[in-house]
């Protein structure tokens, strides 16, 4: 089966990125990885890489949701809890809330989720999906 190997994304600004993602990743379980001029990387041991690049145009801007291109990321967690501490750790960071924790369920009667939004236009998701035989 094909994993995702890693994923890059441009912010127009490297440093703000940097202050924006890295509280949030490392309190994912990810570990800074290397910082060279025009990007940086976070890893998960031998899985999945993080990547911020900086844009090679001088007229960017920020993504609008419901565009086409990029949607959201969600990071699946262990809990209801760790929803509520990822999002806190966002916002804390500079993330904009777009939806506060919360159930979804149109997605599943288990379904809890947050959203958060960079300055960039970036949107992850934090999310607890447990198995239907596992309860709460």
């Known amino acids: 089966m094909a994993l995702v190997d890693h994923l890059g994304l441009t ?15 490392t309190a994912l379980g990810y570990s800074l990885g290397s910082e060279e001029e025009g990007g940086i990387s976070w890893h998960c041991g031998d899985e999945t890489e993080i990547i911020l690049y900086a844009p090679r145009e001088s007229d960017t801007g920020p993504h609008q949701h419901g565009r086409v291109g990029w949607q959201h990321l969600a ?8 929803v509520h501490r990822l999002h806190a750790v966002a916002l ?11 159930p979804y369920p149109r997605f599943s009667d288990r379904y809890f989720a947050s959203f958060v939004e960079d300055d960039n236009g970036i949107r992850i998701e934090f999310m607890h999906n447990p198995p239907a035989e596992v309860r709460e």
């Open 11 to 25: 912010v127009e600004d490297v440093a703000r990125g940097r202050a924006q993602f890295h509280p949030v990743l």
């Open 92 to 102: 804390d960071s500079g993330w904009r809330e777009v939806r506060a924790p919360k």
């Open 75 to 82: 990071f699946a967690v262990d809990s209801r809890d760790e």
